[in-house]
């Protein structure tokens, strides 16, 4: 092969290459971005919570399973406002938790304050204290199934402090 048609044969292949680079490049940035999108974390933004609020049969709102909970399993964590029992008053008296202090009283947010009663719950709660303040963390005391409504046992205390029996 002589210079001249090692030249000619380069111009005739140079469009052909480019058009190979040109397809890798595309095929590599669409395979990239697909496998971006498998890979990225699922978040709290797209994951769907485990309770929503609705209706109650018991009284007034409940607090419902959205999908089906095992036991042990982490059903919410709310954060907490801790007030002085003096700042407490009104409906809002029938909301809050007694905390360790005895002149303390926690007023969870998120769905904390809006679990019905029941003798025999389904879910339990404990305070945890965290960098951000203390959480109300609630858990599941047993398997729970999607749209049941979750209960809580408000405890005796809660009761005697209204003078009227509890129920179950």
């Given at each position: ?11 005739q292949?140079?469009?052909?290459i ?25 978040t709290?933004?797209?994951a ?14 409940g ?37 360790d ?6 007023v ?7 679990f019905?009663h ?12 965290t ?14 199934r ?23």
């Amino acid at each position: 092969m002589t210079l001249t048609e090692s030249f000619e044969y380069q111009k005739q292949m140079e469009p052909a290459i480019f058009s190979l680079y040109a397809t890798v490049f595309i095929i590599g940035i669409a395979l990239g971005f697909l496998l971006a999108r498998k890979m990225q974390p699922v978040t709290d933004e797209t994951a769907e919570a485990p309770v929503r609020v609705g209706q109650s049969n018991v009284s007034g709102r409940g607090v419902f399973a959205t999908r089906n909970i095992k036991n042990g399993d982490l059903v919410e964590r709310c954060p907490v406002l801790q007030l002085d029992e003096n700042d407490i008053g009104g409906e809002l008296l029938n909301y809050v938790f007694y905390g360790d202090n005895e002149k303390k009283r926690l007023v969870a947010l998120g769905n904390g304050m809006l679990f019905n009663h029941s003798s025999f719950p389904n879910v339990a709660y404990y305070l945890e204290e965290t960098p951000l303040g203390p959480e109300l963390i609630i858990y599941a005391l047993r398997d729970i199934r999607k749209g049941e409504e979750l209960f809580y046992n408000y405890g005796s205390e809660w009761w005697t402090t209204r003078n009227i029996s509890e129920t179950s």
